[in-house]
């Protein structure tokens, strides 16, 4: 039942059906700390239960530019090759089962989103793109410059 | 079970009856035996019955090593090499219990959330203004969670010491298989590393030390052809050196010969030929590490165990270590290995720049000295700053320039502090921060890959406050900034000053500043203070003009010209020569800070030496020598040993009653004579001349004491009884004679 559950959120302006497999935790945090000289989509590091998370700006990884996190703004917690990361989101809307089959991305998608979309999935009349967090923070470095 | 005790029991015993010699090959046997007991020992905690088998082989090695004593490799070969897991088992099972990593990483998050919580708690405390009581106790709480988290984090340490242990055995086991004669050494034990890096190096830190004594070593022969002694040598050692643990393994064996290691990576088809010749000696060198590269020429028992320098550089690397080859052809190796310290503790030192806090290593920290001070110049030189620091000139860097963040405006200027950070042997520079804020033992885990790209940072920590800090790559921002840090060719000798510099360090005399009872401050030589002692006021009497403290069954004297009223406590400065003790009274220690060269002495000899100038405001320097003196003369200074005094006779009492006190008072011990102290003979006898004859032991010094004042004759050397001077004195004489 696991494969079907997915955490419906709006990252980066956009609708999207994260698996819920892939991720760890929704939490709040308060203000980062800059990481001077990281890469763009970096937007900060922070502590949770003793540990180290990089928070990551999926504005960024899009192609928009940065934003400001809020305090208290919501993150959703992934774990990648044994590292912590956040990726901020705008808003979460919710945490449900979706019988409907992944499909092929179909259509063209900007680049940004292109590069992190892994399927589509059709949710309550609408659309999603189910993206797979892991390809936000291991982006390569040029492509966000 | 039985006969292998036995047997190796024998042979022992024989040894030690001088009816056999200790040789290589007899202790090659008893080891196996004492391997093979140990697997039978661990076959009956599992199986609950002794394994069937044959144990003569190893019984007859100890009989062949006793017929041919001149130790042959042939004998010892019979004997296989245990597997490095038993030797480990056996060296850690001593004195300690085992604990798996994942429930002491669970401890350490465990308590790092209390102590998060704590602060989180604090805050509100201080917030909702709670009485003082329960700020108190929440502050005791407070203390014993940062002891708890201090041991959490020494539990994830472990002495180098560990991985170095099995070493010697697995020398001598494979010297024995090689028929070479090795002397291992290893240094540096006491390093401390992170468990989970210890179990990681272990494998390949054993793989070098085999591929030492396999490939490196020269056959005996050889070896006295190259001039060399026939004994190898093979060195471990491991430092800290800035961000890394160091760990070396020296060998003198022959070397790599970059033109072999061509000619052999060409044959294994891992090179090309003209590949091979695009290459840099140090590339050459570096052959080693391909996959599928083997340097010996024919495979050995060793060699053909499917580890290769490729998969220890692999394993190093998967830890963010490297593996360095200093080599001299024909004269030996040292392979270095450096981890990084990061899941290490170190401790930190905090700065701030760019409004934010960033932590350093302190281990490559120098110096720390305040951009405003008299001995820093900093000059503008082509675009680049250099700072010169007592006439030694280093790169400027500013810590926000080389994070590519702007300077906080905002920051008092005063603040700016410039750190002298040495990241390795030979290199050194200045980085310039906005201010430093304290140092903190911290816990460094990596950062994220995408972090550590950047190369600017070592690692994350979360030091108390909750609040993520950067541990700054010491190395890593030279690079990025592309200052050139080599000391070479720099105005002085850099070295030579750093050696002087640790000298002066180590002879400068350190100074204790405290307030004293009048409220001056005051200083005095840190090296002459005993310790700090805190006694009741009660504590502190008069007595024969002077006051004296009771610290515990003691009584030591006071400088103090009355016993201080009004007051619970007094703290007490116990100042001691090796000899006696002497009480200062103070009021409360400021500092203690580094005795400055220019002393300006006082005009006569008397409490205080001299002043000193500390921080700008004068500072008397109290003279311990002349304290000593006011309160040395009256005391008796305690003797390393007590001499022991008999009174031979004592017919009326009047030894005992009139003498015994006053030998008492000058630091004799005094027994009757029929009193004996066991297993001490008494170092003089005293007697009465006039009183009957008593039995006097004849090899004990004398001294014959009679009632009249005028002596008998010119010949009699007894002392009148009451002359306190003489007799004191002929009991010197006759002790120090004794």
């Known amino acids: 039942m696991m494969e079907k559950l997915y955490l419906i959120a709006r990252i980066a302006d956009t609708r999207v059906a994260l698996r819920s497999r892939a991720i760890n935790s929704v939490v709040t945090v308060g203000t980062p700390v800059n990481v001077p000289a990281a890469p763009p989509h970096v937007a900060g590091l922070f502590a949770l239960r003793s540990r180290v998370f990089t928070l990551i700006d999926p504005h960024v990884v899009i192609g928009l530019p940065a934003v400001a996190v809020a305090p208290g703004q919501r993150v959703i917690v992934v774990d990648v090759a044994d590292h912590g990361y956040a990726l901020l989101a705008d808003a979460i809307e919710d945490v449900c089962f979706i019988e409907a089959p992944e499909t092929r991305v179909t259509g063209w998608l900007l680049p940004g989103w292109a590069r992190v979309a892994d399927a589509m999935i059709e949710h309550e009349g609408a659309s999603l793109l189910v993206v797979d967090p892991s390809h936000f923070v291991t982006l390569p470095v040029a492509k966000a410059a | ?738």
């Open chain 2, 1 to 738: 079970m039985t006969a292998l005790s036995h047997a190796a029991e024998d042979a022992l015993d024989q040894v030690r009856r001088g009816n056999r010699p200790a040789n290589a090959a007899l202790v090659t046997a008893v080891l196996a035996i004492i391997d093979r007991l140990s697997s039978l020992c661990a076959a009956l905690g599992s199986m609950g019955q002794e394994p069937q088998g044959d144990d003569s082989d190893v019984i007859g090695a100890l009989a062949m090593a006793d017929d041919r004593p001149a130790a042959e490799p042939a004998s010892a070969e019979s004997v296989p090499a245990p597997a490095d897991e038993e030797v480990n088992a056996e060296l850690q099972s001593w004195r300690s219990i085992r604990v798996p990593l994942p429930l002491l990483d669970s401890v350490m998050t465990g308590v790092t959330d209390i102590v998060l919580a704590r602060n989180e708690f604090a805050r509100l405390l201080r917030e909702s203004g709670a009485d003082a009581s329960v700020i108190a106790s929440f502050d005791r709480l407070s203390d014993s969670i940062a002891g708890m988290r201090q041991s959490v984090s020494q539990m994830r340490m472990q002495r180098i010491d560990k991985l170095f242990s099995p070493l010697p055995r697995i020398v001598r086991d494979l010297a024995q298989d090689f028929g070479k004669k090795v002397r291992f050494s290893s240094s540096g034990g006491e390093v401390e590393l992170d468990r989970e890096m210890m179990e990681n190096i272990r494998d390949p830190l054993i793989h070098i030390v085999r591929n030492a004594i396999d490939h490196g070593i020269e056959p005996l022969d050889e070896r006295v052809a190259a001039g060399k002694g026939v004994t190898a040598h093979i060195d471990v050692s491991a430092r800290q050196s800035g961000n890394q643990i160091e760990i070396m393994v020296r060998d003198d064996g022959r070397g790599l010969s970059p033109e072999a290691l061509v000619a052999k990576a060409i044959s294994a088809r891992v090179v090309t030929a003209s590949e091979a010749k695009a290459l840099t000696p140090r590339e050459k060198l570096e052959l080693i590490f391909r996959p599928g590269f083997s340097t010996a020429a024919k495979v050995t028992a060793v060699s053909g165990r499917g580890v290769g320098m490729d998969i220890v550089k692999a394993n190093l690397e998967k830890i963010g270590g490297v593996v360095e080859l200093r080599n001299e052809e024909g004269r030996g190796l040292t392979i270095v290995l450096r981890v990084p310290m990061t899941l290490t503790i170190i401790s930190g030192l905090m700065v701030r720049a760019a409004g934010q806090y960033f932590a350093i290593p302190r281990g490559s920290v120098r110096e720390i000295l305040l951009e405003m001070s008299d001995s820093v110049r900093i000059d503008r030189v082509g675009g680049g700053e250099l700072v010169t620091v007592r006439g030694e000139q280093f790169p400027l860097l500013r810590l926000e320039h080389a994070l590519g963040s702007a300077i906080d405006a905002s920051e008092d200027q005063d603040d700016r502090a410039i750190i002298l950070i040495r990241p390795g042997q030979g290199h050194s520079y200045a980085l310039s921060v906005a201010a430093i804020h304290d140092h903190e033992e911290l816990v460094i885990k990596p950062a994220a890959p995408i972090i550590m790209a950047t190369g600017l940072y070592a690692g994350t920590t979360l030091p108390d406050n909750g609040r993520p800090v950067l541990l700054l790559d010491v190395q890593g921002l030279l690079a990025a900034a592309g200052v050139d840090a080599s000391e070479a060719g720099r105005s002085h000798d850099a070295d030579a000053e750093a050696e002087a510099e640790v000298a002066a360090a180590r002879d400068a005399a350190q100074l204790l500043l405290f307030c004293d009872v009048g409220g001056r401050m005051r200083g005095v030589r840190l090296s002459v203070i005993e310790r700090v002692e805190e006694v009741p006021a009660a504590a502190l009497f008069e007595s024969a003009g002077r006051v004296q403290a009771k610290i515990g069954t003691d009584i030591f004297p006071v400088h103090a010209a009355a016993a201080p009223g009004g007051r619970d406590a007094v703290k007490l400065l116990r100042l001691h020569d090796g000899r006696s003790v002497l009480c200062y009274p103070i009021e409360a220690v400021i500092d203690i800070v580094r005795l400055p060269d220019a002393v300006q002495p006082a005009q006569a000899p008397g409490l205080i030496a001299g002043v000193v100038l500390i921080g700008g405001q004068p500072v008397e320097l109290i003279d311990p020598f002349w304290l000593m003196a006011q309160y040395g003369a009256g005391q008796t200074a305690p003797l390393r040993r007590q001499p022991l005094c008999r009174l031979a006779d004592d017919p009326d009492g009047w030894a005992g009653n009139f003498l015994a006190p006053i030998l008492r008072s000058a630091g004799y011990r005094v027994i009757g004579g029929d009193e004996v102290v066991e297993g001490e003979r008494p170092d003089v006898q005293l007697c009465l001349v006039d009183g009957p004859a008593a039995p006097v032991a004849a090899d004990i010094p004398l001294v014959r004491l009679r009632a009249s004042v005028a002596a008998s004759g010119p010949d009699d050397d007894s002392i009148y009884r009451y002359d306190r001077g003489a007799l004191l004195e002929a009991l010197r004489v006759r002790v120090a004679g004794a």
